[in-house]
């Protein structure tokens, strides 16, 4: 198993390599970087003249005889340009860039956003409590959920409690996400119905004064809502994954020798069939735990005005902040390949007959 994981590891590195080459060539053909971007804030309003520039601004404002908003309307010079561009280190080729923010990030210095002043690490420690929340809460819902309900389904496969249950699994499982957290808007935190939950955020105004007690509700009262909208695609996903494992294993010929035996269908169910039926699903926790921390994490906290890692990615894209959207991208990266290993030693874990010595990778 040692040689397995070590062979594992080392395929990391040439992964996440080309997974950071792809998207950094593919940022050189998209159209308004951020220098571009700083212009055109610079020749729109003067104001954000002194917000972004940085230390560029001297030159520029000399230049222009102190006057931004004139500056602004004529045009800026290309010295001022320049200075931007070494600035942000766009005055060197784009291989030479890319090997140096690579060295960087071996390093684990992933630098400062463009435009917050604040270093990426930072930035993600700050939103990481969010986006854990969502992701964390979610998948165990769902596991709470999914696991008893796909189990009855595959008891009592092909009678009314399969139908109607496997139509509201498909019915949620076709709902968008984004869709969901809006009718759970409009229906329970004021938008036309009810005013039961928070419509935004994640605590309220007053939460260092409440009580631990106080405290513990409050959280969950802000964050039913958001884990419920996460929950819904995973939730119908592992349902049925979780059936058709139990009716392929209650087919086999073990299960009809334990029950000829007489043991009870309890007993049959949970003392034979769940742990080889469960290898598949239990396996999957930790991409499932990954999928939802970053796949639906982006839209369901903009929705809930939630300031986390989606909704910093998104604003980070959007601004052209390159050190966040790379800084970001590596060690997101790095976490879903290491979980791909962590997915296999769960298979160990719940079946130690598995053994990935013998499989090629």
Known sequence: MGAYILRRLLLVIPTLFGIMVVNFALTQFVPGGPIEQIIANLEGDGDVFQTIAGGADAGAAEASGGDERYLGAR????????????????????????????????????????????SVVDLVIEKLPVSITLGLWSTLLAY????????????????????WTSAAIIIGYAIPGFLFAILLLVLFAGGSYWQ???LRGLTSDNFDELSLLGKVGDYFWH??????????SSFATLTLLTKNSFLDEIKK???ITAKAKGLTERRVLYGHVFRNAMLIVIAGFPSLFIGVFFGASIIIETIFSLDGLGRLGFEAAVARDYPVIFGTLFVFGLISLVVGILSDLMYVFVDPRIDFETRET
């Open 75 to 118: 045009g800026l010079p290309p010295d001022f340009i320049e200075e931007l561009e070494r600035e942000f280190g766009f005055d060197k080729p784009p291989l030479q860039r890319f090997l140096l923010m690579m060295w960087d990030y071996v390093r684990f210095d992933f630098g400062e956003s463009y435009f917050r002043s604040v």
């Open 144 to 163: 709470l959920i999914s696991i008893p309900l796909g189990i009855r389904k595959a008891v009592r496969d092909g009678t009314s409690f399969d139908t």
């Open 196 to 198: 039961i939950f928070p």
């Open 223 to 232: 964050i039913t809502l958001p884990v419920l909208a996460s929950t819904i």
């Open 253 to 255: 010929q073990y299960v």
